[in-house]
Each structure stands twice: as C-alpha cells, then as structure tokens.
C-alpha cells in the first residue's frame, strides 16, 4: 500500500488477544502510525473522541503538508 495509513486500535478491544500486538502488526504491514488508545474497547473514535479525534487531524495535517 502506498497510502498514508493511522491505525486507531483500543487497548482493551476484546476482538483480539492482544490488541497492541495487532494494532502494532497491521500498522508494520502497512507502514502506517498506531494510536493505541488507553482502556478503549472495539470503538475508541466514539469511547474517547477527546483522545482519537487529535490524533486524527495531526496525520491528516502531516499528509496534506507532505502532498
């Protein structure tokens, strides 16, 4: 892929295992940035909006910024 990529997983989503791990791992793969979001579960753009929402716009701005 050569899209920009942002990861966004939730440390305690209970569809996986090991959530860091796989966040981590799709985000190597994609050579993308993770957010791993603190006591977030599956959705942790809506559990902590406050938190994700920052993160969002920041890769947005670097990604338009980069062309």
Known sequence: ??????VVTGECDPDFAD????GRW??????????LVPQAGHYPH?????????QVVDFV??????G
Do not use: F, K, Q
């Open 1 to 6: 892929m050569r899209a920009p990529a942002l």
């Open 19 to 22: 959530p860091a791990g796989e």
């Open 26 to 35: 799709i985000a190597d793969r994609l050579s993308g940035d993770l957010v």
């Open 46 to 54: 809506a559990e902590y909006p406050e938190l994700v929402n920052p």
């Open 61 to 66: 701005t670097r990604v338009a910024r980069n």
